[in-house]
């Protein structure tokens, strides 16, 4: 009787230590085939095709380079009014709303976007301003060190708006820029680089 019993006990011990075996193999199997169908990305160029939102006919691209020390922006506008127009990326690359609101609030490059701290000394998804000229063109280049083109903040995918007024330091996070005269969502960029 203790025989049948020892050796019951040895049976179950197997068939535990194989199903535990098994089931960390399979989790290692699951493990392995997401790190190989999600990559991490390294993506080096962006850009945002900018359409007016109603009412409005403000066109544009704004291109993004990863350099060493953050991204390189350099955007070119047409039919903005004489003087300077905030643009920013904004949270969400949705343009759908005819006032370009489907966007969201600006995209935070340090922490949360639609949660920022009250004490934030900065205008969240600042990209400068725009300055028109009489014919209402407009050019700007600028290095955001905070922006990244890959990981969890990136912000492919997000939406670069051009507003109806320029920034005003004083009001962080938002800056009271005013309208938003045109959307684009921001997307990988052809480098001419086969993927």
């Known amino acids: 009787m203790k025989l049948l019993r020892n050796t019951s006990l040895f049976i179950v011990l197997v068939i535990f230590a194989v199903g535990c075996a098994q089931q960390k193999s399979n989790e290692q199997e699951m493990e392995q085939e997401e790190t ?14 900018i359409h007016p939102t109603e009412g409005n006919n403000v066109t544009g691209t704004v291109t993004f380079k990863k350099v060493a020390n953050g991204v390189q922006v350099h955007a ?23 006032d370009g609101t489907s966007a969201g609030t600006h995209f935070n ?19 400068g301003n725009l300055d ?12 955001i060190a905070n922006a990244k083109l890959n990981g969890p903040k990136s912000i492919i995918g997000r939406a670069v ?18 309208a938003r005269l045109g959307c684009g969502v921001i997307g990988l960029a052809n480098n001419g680089m086969d993927m």
């Open 36 to 49: 190989q169908t999600t990559p991490a990305t390294n993506y080096t160029d962006a850009v945002a095709v």
């Open 76 to 98: 070119e506008a047409q039919g903005l009014s004489e003087g300077k127009h905030g643009f920013h990326i904004h949270l969400y690359g949705d343009c759908q709303a005819a």
């Open 109 to 127: 490059f340090e922490g949360s976007s639609t949660n920022p701290p009250e004490d934030i000394d900065r205008i969240t998804g600042n990209l």
């Open 132 to 143: 028109a000229d009489a014919e209402g063109m407009a050019t700007a280049d600028t290095l």
């Open 161 to 178: 708006i051009i507003h109806s007024k320029p920034n005003d330091p004083s009001q962080p996070p938002i800056g009271a820029a005013g």
